[in-house]
């Protein structure tokens, strides 16, 4: 039996057997390591020879156009179509060092070349993520997403073998949302069948095998996640327990217990969870998740069918409603949250709001990224590059796959120096109060991608932990509708505490902390003034409200209070059949307001103050009348009865005319505001939304609504005062390294 091809790596030198150098052992770089990783991987894996691989193999010259690809590791069918390189190559494998993140645009180079060279299989790596293509030779061969992944490549036995090779090809990787949501419902099923657990406690419990899933996943070195391991744990079990302090806890719960302390710092599970399912149960969904990577899975196929499974098994299990997914991009698109400002959702659910905004910005930081990709790499491999020398081409495409290393840090999420990771780390906050609701928003944020950390199970009207007055550029948020807030309910009360707990202002009344309180009892009314009070000067809100809001006189005052802190933006009349779908039944709008800036918010006071002044002069003499004759009854004695009962009569008359002329003062000033302040207020209605009443999808004109409230807005510059920040890539003059600028936009 052959040995194993081993790595060697002494004195900073790796041993590269492939080489064209005498000299074998070159110097160990990352990416260097990396590849004789991979040549090590294919020889004891796969059963390929050295003799049948080459690196570092540039495309053979006369190929215009071509020179700048070049395969870090190519094998063929045989030693003798190597050494004839022949273009009938099996498979080009592309590496990159451990720490950087593949991209699908960095791979031109060894695509480029298997296209080129006809291979049928493309491969790339970077040790901890490998992930197989097959070469798709009808697409242009520059965006690795062009290209159809698979679930293998073949071993060497398995070249000879046409129809191995054809079975391989089709057995393309594509793991699609519908086939993700199926594959949780069928957990849900089983859950169902074997235990009798139902909607949002099978919610729970399958949620917990996923993260137990992830967890052993990301852990390096981890066994495999599937049934006959598990099955194997089982068999071993006693044994284990009797030589550990586990409780006579069976191995799924332990393995349980291992996933906690893992997101212990995310606060998704409590000390006191366990798995509340039988023995049985758990290996069958682990059956079912055992074929699928849930790390490698795209963000958006495991969130979008994870926030659809949670949406239907919640429904009417949590007794609340969600905000349908069209409406939350909808609102997101309109308020154009930018990168560096700071977003929150006070009662955020399951964070859909903020599992938007996140995708959102994270798109925009990709764009942005890819277009400095682009430049640079125009400007090295501009329009004479074919007129070049090889080793001049050689030179260039590294050092533009060296940039496109350095820009994907800023992509990498564990980089805590990257822009992703302060947008997921540093910029999401949410809170609700219901403990179920907050931690299935973590859960569904990290399925999406992450941006977890900022999110609370807290009473959403109270501050916790970065959430506080004057801190936020941007608010989403959908409140509870229809209920009141007691006005005995204490601050201690409201955070679930109880009298041992309790801090100084414990026994301090919630709504006594709002000014709306001694107006409204509403939780909409006073999640309004919460909002705008999170907000800084500037930021933006948007906020779902019933649709009462907007013409019930009762409400007038409230409007009033809102329209003196902040200018109103857009308003939106929803069709009701947009929260039908999700068992809601009050019909709805969508409110967008930005929060007066200092320099606004004195003026409108200074007008508020003038137009006051002027309407009172008005009055002036009738109110002196009528307060004469007030201080006049109030000091006559000596009467009758009945000249008593008409006094007290005609005070209530004086009374009730004060009234109305304070009424009336109050009008007329708000009206003469508006017209000294006077600015256009869009109104629209949306007949439909993308869902009907039933659930099915319809018709959305939301999309073509944002677009042209895009416009509008840009024309009169709504967003007076941008928080976002841009960044400005700069490259050294040798290309090597590439500088990033923070800077203000304009």
Not at 16 to 24: H, I, V
Not at 180 to 195: A, G, I, M, P, S
Request: proline share 3%; net charge neutral; aromatic share 8%.
């Amino acid at each position: 039996m052959t040995a194993p091809l081993e790595l060697q790596v002494k004195n900073g030198r790796i041993f590269c057997p492939l080489t064209k150098n005498k000299d074998k052992w070159l110097s160990a770089t990352p990416e260097e390591i990396v590849r004789q990783r991979t040549v090590c991987w294919l020889v004891n894996q796969y059963g390929y020879s050295l003799d049948q691989m080459s690196q570092e193999l540039p495309v053979v010259k006369g190929q215009r156009g071509k020179g700048r690809a070049r395969a870090d590791v190519a094998v063929w069918p045989t030693k003798a179509d190597r050494e004839a390189r022949k273009r009938n190559v099996v498979l080009v494998i592309e590496c990159k060092a451990e720490s950087v993140k593949i991209m699908p645009d960095d791979y031109y180079q060894g695509l480029a070349y298997a296209v080129w060279a006809d291979a049928k299989f493309f491969v790339t790596t970077n040790d901890k993520e490998t992930r197989f293509f097959r070469v798709n030779k009808e697409k242009l061969p520059n965006r690795l997403e062009e290209q159809d992944e698979i679930l293998d490549i073949p071993k060497a036995s398995e070249l000879a073998d046409a129809k191995k090779l054809a079975d391989l090809l089709t057995r393309t990787k594509a793991f699609s949302r519908d086939e993700f949501q199926k594959l949780l419902f069928r957990c849900h099923d089983v859950l169902r069948d074997n235990d009798a657990i139902v909607n949002a406690e099978a919610f729970d419990e399958t949620s917990k095998i996923l993260f137990m899933k992830i967890r052993h996943e990301r852990k390096p070195g981890s066994s495999v996640f599937t049934r006959a391991r598990f099955e194997q744990l089982r068999e071993n079990d006693a044994d284990t327990r009797a030589k550990s302090s586990r409780n006579n806890k069976p191995f799924y719960q332990f393995l349980f217990d291992q996933t906690k302390e893992e997101f212990e710092d995310a606060l998704i599970f409590s000390g006191n969870d366990r798995l509340n399912l039988g023995e049985s149960s758990f290996l069958q969904i682990v059956q079912l998740l055992e074929k699928y990577n849930l790390s490698d899975t795209s963000d958006d196929v495991k969130g979008i069918a994870f926030e659809e499974f949670l949406g239907k098994t919640f429904r009417g299990g949590l007794g609340q409603f969600f905000t349908p997914r069209a409406l939350v991009d909808f609102m997101v698109e309109i308020l154009d949250p930018q990168e560096g400002e700071l977003i929150c959702d006070p009662c955020c659910g399951t964070g859909g709001f903020l599992i938007k905004a996140f995708e959102y910005v994270r798109a925009h930081i990709e764009a942005d990224i890819q277009k400095a990709k682009e430049t640079f790499k125009t400007k090295l491999l501009g329009k004479d590059f074919d007129d070049m020398d090889e080793k001049e081409q050689a030179a260039r495409s590294a050092r533009v796959q060296h940039t496109f290393e350095q820009l994907n840090r800023d992509l990498d999420p564990p980089n805590q120096q990257g822009r992703i990771y302060d947008l997921s780390s540093r910029r999401i906050y949410g809170t609700d109060k219901e403990a179920r609701s907050a931690r299935t928003a973590k859960m569904n944020m990290i399925m999406h991608g992450d941006g977890h950390v900022g999110v609370h199970q807290h009473e959403g009207l109270l501050d916790v932990n970065g959430i506080q007055k004057g801190r936020f550029d941007l608010i989403f948020t959908n409140p509870p509708f229809g209920q009141s807030i007691s006005r005995d309910l204490t601050i201690a009360a409201a955070l679930g505490r109880h009298n041992g707990d309790q801090g100084a202002d414990a026994d301090d009344k919630l709504l006594d902390r709002y000014e709306l309180g001694e107006r409204s009892t509403k939780i909409q009314h006073i999640f309004i003034e919460r909002c705008l009070n999170l907000l800084k000067p500037g930021g933006r809100l948007g906020i779902v409200l019933p649709e009462g809001f907007f013409n019930n006189p009762d409400e007038q005052d409230i409007r009033n209070w809102a329209e003196g802190r902040a200018h109103i933006l857009l308003v939106v009349s929803v069709p009701p059949e947009v929260f039908v779908s999700t068992g809601a039944t009050v019909k709805t709008s969508l409110l967008f307001l930005r929060k007066f800036t200092d320099a606004e918010a004195k003026v409108w006071k200074q007008t508020t103050t003038a137009a006051r002044a002027e309407s009172e002069v008005r009055h002036e003499k009738e109110k002196l009348a009528l307060t004469t004759e007030r201080e006049t009854i109030k000091t006559t004695r000596g009467t009758t009865e009945k000249e008593r009962e008409t006094r007290k009569q005609r005070l209530k008359e004086i009374i009730a005319a004060l009234k109305k002329i304070e009424e009336a003062i109050t009008t007329e000033t708000r009206a003469e505001v508006k017209r000294r302040l006077d600015y256009e207020v869009p109104v629209a209605q949306v007949e439909l939304a993308g869902l009907t009443a039933s659930g099915s999808a319809c018709e959305n004109q939301l999309p073509l609504l944002a677009k042209e409230f895009a416009s509008y807005r840009i024309k009169l510059r709504l967003w007076s005062t941008p928080a976002a920040v841009r960044y400005d890539y700069v490259h050294t003059k040798d290309g090597k390294t590439v500088d990033r600028k923070e800077s203000k936009p304009e």
